[in-house]
């Protein structure tokens, strides 16, 4: 199974700044002349599809006339197409599908859509690319609090965190027993990582560094960085699924990679091994993960993402005690959320001025 290549954002960094004109942005005016902003005094206008962090939004909106969704939950998506309509520039979230419909209610004038996530699953970027129209993403500023959730969700799934906790709130707690609650151990055991990005690379590092693990990882590129500093070991999958004890996907999700985790990976992994996913909830296939964790083809899994989100109350895998499910959580914390808004800010206010964007995920 190959894993199609990731944004690299040293490239994306290199590209960064947004304070002159590049050969690529004169090419772009060139290719795409009815984009040419204006000379006027008036304020673009942009669409936030959400509420995000003041370190963003406050520079959003002093810079454009901006319309800002006020609710916590997304618009819906009709809602969504009328609100663009006329946008020079839209600032959107996962929730959010931008497609070709999008793009048609928005209007040939759209320059920029700033999306305030490291994955852009929920763009249809050849599309976007197609018509001229920017992309950005908000890439790096994640990548630690993402692994660290990564972690947590291992070490909660290995030593049964949240069972014990249940077992607590329902009163069930009545003495210290010898044989109750056992988990597994995780020093120097195998952590296998399939997607080895900045964020598996984070992954592998808390897993080696910390609790002295080896490290497998299948990835279509070789990490030189993981190699020699991790002493990682890259190898096909089969072969991670069967000697990982613990298995965390990093990967994209795109059509090579949506469903990789079926019941047939599932078998091929070891009756004790716990699954992570942090990334995308498609690239587990749920019921699968159901028959595994329930018929002990693994011992446990933990995830932050589930298909659909939220998950349905009446999804079997709620029932299960060894499978930790939290609410796609990976990247909230304050520095991160911080950092997400002012990368997707400086990134809109960037397209908007026709220049490259600080974390540019379709450079034209
Ligand atoms: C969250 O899942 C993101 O892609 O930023």
């Known amino acids: 199974m190959r894993i199609p290549s990731r944004k690299r954002c040293e490239r994306l960094g290199a590209r960064g700044g947004n304070s002159h004109r590049t050969a690529t942005s004169i090419q772009w005016r060139r290719t795409f002349p009815q984009k040419r902003k204006q000379l006027t005094m008036s304020k673009p206008r942009v669409f936030v599809t959400r509420k995000i962090p003041a ?10 006339d901006a319309d800002v969704w006020p609710d916590p939950l997304p618009p819906p998506h009709e809602v969504l197409l009328q609100r663009v309509a006329g946008c020079e520039g839209v600032l959107t979230l996962l929730t959010d599908k931008v497609d070709v419909e999008f793009f048609e209610a928005a209007g040939p004038q759209l320059r920029v859509v700033s999306n305030f996530a490291v994955g852009c699953n929920n763009i249809d970027v050849g599309e976007a690319t197609r018509r001229g129209i920017r992309v950005g993403n908000t890439p790096d500023v994640l990548t630690d609090a993402t692994a660290d959730m990564a972690f ?20 069930q707690w009545k003495t210290w027993e010898p044989l109750g609650h056992v988990g597994a151990d995780l020093i120097g055991r195998t952590i296998g990582i399939v997607g080895m990005g900045r964020i598996g690379y984070a992954m592998a590092t808390r ?17 030189e960085k993981a190699e020699q500093f991790l002493l990682a070991r890259r190898v096909d999958l089969d072969t991670l699924l069967s000697q990982a004890d613990f ?4 990967a994209d999700l795109n059509d090579t990679t949506r469903g990789m985790f079926n019941a047939e990976a599932f078998r091929k992994m070891k009756p004790t091994a ?8 498609l690239l587990h296939v749920a019921a699968d993960l159901y028959q595994a964790l329930r018929q002990g083809w693994i011992f446990a ?14 999804d079997p895998l709620l029932t299960l005690p060894n499978c930790v499910i939290a609410p796609h959580i990976a990247s909230a914390t304050v520095s991160s959320r911080n950092g997400m808004a002012d990368i997707a800010a400086d990134n809109l206010l960037a397209g908007l001025q026709g220049q490259p964007l600080r974390c540019w995920v379709n450079p034209l």
């Open 274 to 281: 716990i699954f992570v996913n942090t990334a995308r909830g």
């Open 152 to 171: 947590a969700l291992l070490i909660c799934a290995a030593r049964r965190i949240v069972e014990g906790q249940d077992f607590v709130r329902r009163a």
């Open 247 to 250: 298995v965390s996907v990093h």
């Open 301 to 314: 899994a933990g995830l932050d993402v589930t298909d659909p989100e939220p998950i349905p109350m009446d």
């Open 55 to 64: 370190a963003g939004l406050d520079r959003v909106l002093a810079a454009c």
């Open 207 to 223: 897993c080696r560094g910390g609790w002295g693990m080896q490290v497998l990882y299948h990835d279509q590129c070789a990490s």
